[in-house]
Nanobody, 126 residues
Framework: QVQLVESGGGSVQAGGSLRLSCAAS????????GGWFRQVPGKEREAVAS????????VYADSVKGRFTISRDNAKNMMYLQMNSLKTEDPEMYLC???????????????????WGQGTQVTVSS
């Protein structure tokens, strides 16, 4: 059974940092790329970052470049999102997701991710 569980969310002041974690199970983790997304209730899910399972190469949405860092540890079936310089406009719910079999091309398209965690909430106050 494919499962993803996020943790690490919380409340932080603008300019602060948080590190999110995503624990995965139920599939050969080192063969699928992964991603982080975020969502505000009532709005479409927004891509944050994706990372290759084979090379660790990341891709970032323009809105988080220079502030967020995605990483993964295949030995532990874990993926992380280090978020620095958080802004009040950074949406609240962060979700991790499993992408497709890693053939060397990453994507931030939501439709290319087939399994999702429940999300962890991030609140940024001014």
């Amino acid at each position: 059974q494919v499962q993803l569980v996020e943790s690490g969310g919380g409340s932080v002041q603008a300019g602060g940092s948080l590190r999110l974690s995503c624990a995965a199970s139920g599939w050969p983790y080192g063969y699928y790329y992964g991603g982080w997304f975020r969502q505000v209730p009532g709005k479409e899910r927004e891509a944050v970052a994706s990372i290759s399972s084979r090379t660790g190469t990341p891709v970032y949405a323009d809105s988080v470049k220079g502030r967020f860092t995605i990483s993964r540890d295949n030995a532990k079936n874990m993926m992380y999102l280090q978020m620095n310089s958080l802004k009040t406009e950074d949406p609240e719910m962060y979700l991790c997701a499993r992408g497709r079999w890693d053939l060397g091309t990453l994507t931030l398209r939501v439709t290319e991710y087939d399994s999702w965690g429940q999300g962890t909430q991030v609140t940024v106050s001014s």
